[in-house]
């Protein structure tokens, strides 16, 4: 119905909520086209498949209202990988970012940030 008005910003508060995966993927793909078509789309998604977070142009990751990254979603990985962290084979980065921010994941390579293990996310973001 929003689109119906031509909006240039469409704000969505997890649009692909009691999809399927096919319909889900479907959704935000047609997002995608739209914001290469000059739309601004900004949504909150939890636990996409790696085919929907691939299109991700930006990602902003936050824990308890502190965000612990912002930036290129292409980027993410090596920014956690640079925290100490490092991603299992075959593992979904969305789901590997979950796991990170919720404390199931913690670093396994010695740096100079995960020596500093006091130190939150968002303080290591910052």
């Known amino acids: 119905m929003e689109l119906i008005t031509s909006p240039s910003l469409l704000f969505l508060d997890e649009p692909t909520t009691g999809l399927d995966s096919n319909t889900a993927n479907c959704i935000i793909g047609l997002l995608h086209k739209l914001s290469r078509r000059g739309k601004t789309v900004i949504f909150s998604i939890h636990q996409p498949r790696y085919s929907i977070f691939r299109q991700f142009d930006h990602l902003t990751l936050m824990h308890k209202g502190e965000i612990v990254y912002a930036g290129a979603a292409e980027r993410a990985l090596d920014y956690f990988t640079g925290l100490g962290y490092q991603i299992e084979a075959f593992n979904n980065p969305a789901d590997f970012f979950m796991d990170i921010t919720n404390g199931e994941a913690m670093p396994t390579v010695e740096t100079p940030t ?7 996310l968002a303080t290591q973001y910052r």
Do not use: C, G, T, Y
């Open 114 to 120: 995960a020596e500093d293990s006091k130190n939150s």
